[in-house]
């Protein structure tokens, strides 16, 4: 089954510590996209990435890093400078980045939180 | 910038009503709309597209209605089912731009 696959389900964070969510796609998907979710609002653009090697920052970048070394894959890392990471993470691909009308797919998200 | 917003944070409906949700977008540019149905602790799921071109389209048992004089994006679902309960979420984009922004969503709640 094509599709994107986020792992792990459940994660949890300690003070000072770094930790990476997994995002995988075998869509062929040009363009993949991290989204935060806090309870009660909408999804927030973290990072995005419309090629391989190259990526961009959304509006809460800030204590969160990526990489694209891959075409398949988009890992989110979320450091320890991000002082509220409590959230429900959110990956996304659709054809091209620059593609009008080409709706996003979702995989099934990471629950992160602070122990 | 952009903002897409939701005018009912809750909606509950009796089972086998229809339910009209509703979204208000304020990027006259916005060219592109999508619904989503997000269930407890999963991904969005797509659920119905329209673009600027049409007023509006049909799915199973979802129309999306677009009212581009007054940026405003409807949902119906007709005859609600329990299964039909999730958060449903709008979101634009527009060809000059390359992300999507999303409403807060709204809580439907089918009772049996």
């Known amino acids: 089954d094509g599709g994107i696959t986020q792992s792990p389900k459940y994660l949890f964070r300690k003070e000072g510590q770094n930790v990476t969510l997994s995002c995988e796609q075998n869509l062929n998907h040009d363009a993949m996209y991290w ?45 320890s400078a991000q002082k509220n990471p409590t959230a429900f993470y959110l990956c996304a691909s659709r054809t091209r980045d620059d593609a009008t009308n080409e709706k996003l797919f979702f995989g099934s998200g990471t629950q992160l939180s602070v122990l | 910038g952009e903002s897409v917003g939701l005018h009912l944070p809750t909606l509950s409906v009796q089972e086998g009503d229809n339910s009209i949700i509703n979204c208000a977008y304020s990027n006259s540019a916005s060219d592109y709309f ?39 994006l409807s949902l119906q679902i007709a005859a609600t089912q329990p299964g039909d309960s999730a ?26």
């Open chain 1, 35 to 79: 989204y935060r979710q806090d309870p009660g609002q909408g999804l927030r653009l973290i990072y995005y990435s419309q090629i391989v090697n190259d990526f961009q920052k959304g509006d809460i970048a800030e204590g969160y890093s990526v990489s694209r070394e891959k075409k398949e894959s988009f890992p989110l890392t979320v450091t």
């Open chain 2, 34 to 72: 999508i619904w989503y149905k997000q269930e407890s602790g999963k991904g969005p799921q797509f659920i119905i597209d329209i673009r600027s071109n049409m007023d509006k389209r049909q799915g199973q048992r979802v129309t999306v209605l677009l009212n581009k004089t007054v940026k405003h």
């Open chain 2, 87 to 112: 958060v449903y979420f709008c979101a634009e984009n527009s060809n000059t731009g390359n992300q999507f922004y999303f409403g807060t969503g709204t809580s439907l709640t089918v009772i049996p």
